[in-house]
């Protein structure tokens, strides 16, 4: 596992649109991916690779984390991606369609401290989820939902993806790594991304996706404790303590170690 601060929004921007680059950076979000896969065209795959080292080279404010994501370890795109990225400035490298853990491991062997970001999308990768998030150097995973929709020939809902969802999550819960949803595919359902990403957090990720910089706002708001669920995470530390470790009744429910320490975490996403 590799300690880092947890992102709530990742946002993604494509690598062949270097025009795009500095606003995302500043568009509040937690991270922002630079896309070498999904986002960019067989035919643009060398542009964008130019244009996100080139962009490397040069950018100096970085308010959040940067990474990229590579295309999948089978075939040749990821080589060139990987040289092109080489001993540049990356806080991660996102890796689509990761099956086993092995090829991650031998992955980390050539990086120069980047942490890796696996995603879980295929049925075959859900299958070996806990040993892919437990690999050397992997900060997290990302749930897939478009490409394990595709591969598992189900709807793209939440009922029909809730299995893969958990597996996701308790998978990287047990390996102490975060969790990150995949994003809304609708920009323009800001109702349904925040429903979604309401869902997302109460299923136990720790953040979600972005595809547009106008989603930002509605999954920060998911991953905000509101006041009075930092007042009750207050007063449920403050009985805790004060009962000496006990089981304590506070507004008619029963506080104790479980309960106390989804209360510390509930600080720890305001930084208190």
């Keep these: 596992m590799v300690d880092m601060p947890t992102y709530r929004s990742l946002l993604f921007v494509p690598g062949d649109r270097p025009d795009r680059f500095a606003r995302a950076l500043s568009a509040g979000a937690d991270a922002v991916c630079l896309d070498l896969e999904d986002s960019v065209g067989a035919d643009r795959k060398h542009e964008a690779r130019s244009a996100i080292r080139d962009w490397l080279g040069t950018a100096a404010d970085r308010p959040c984390a940067v990474?990229?994501?590579?295309n999948g370890l089978v075939g040749l795109d990821v080589v060139s991606d990987l040289a092109a990225l080489r001993e540049r400035p990356l806080d991660f490298l996102m890796v689509p369609k990761v099956e086993n853990a092995g090829d991650l491991a031998q992955l980390a062997l050539t990086l120069s401290g980047q942490g890796l970001w696996p995603i879980i999308e295929?049925?075959?990768?859900?299958?070996?989820a806990w040993d892919i998030v437990a690999a050397p150097g992997v900060m997290g995973a990302l749930f897939g939902a478009f490409d394990y929709a595709a591969a598992a020939d189900?709807?793209?809902?939440?009922?029909?993806?809730?299995?893969?969802?958990?597996?996701?999550?308790?998978a990287c819960a047990a390996s102490g790594v975060q969790r990150l949803d995949a994003p809304c595919g609708d920009i323009s359902d800001l109702e349904g991304l925040r429903e979604g990403a309401r869902r997302a957090r109460a299923l136990g990720f720790t953040g979600k996706a972005c595809i547009h910089p106008g989603q930002i706002g509605g999954v920060h708001q998911a991953w905000t404790p509101s006041e009075a669920d930092l007042d009750f995470a207050r007063r449920a530390l403050a009985a805790f303590e004060k009962s000496g470790g006990a089981s304590v009744r506070l507004d008619g429910r029963m506080v104790d170690l479980p309960v106390a320490l989804a209360a510390r975490r509930v600080f720890s996403r305001v930084g208190k």
Excluded: K, M
Aim: glycine content about 8%; proline content about 7%; aromatic content about 8%.
């Design 154 to 170: 189900c709807a793209l809902e939440w009922e029909p993806l809730l299995f893969a969802r958990s597996q996701v999550v308790a």
């Design 67 to 70: 990474g990229a994501r590579i």
């Design 122 to 128: 295929t049925p075959l990768g859900l299958r070996h």
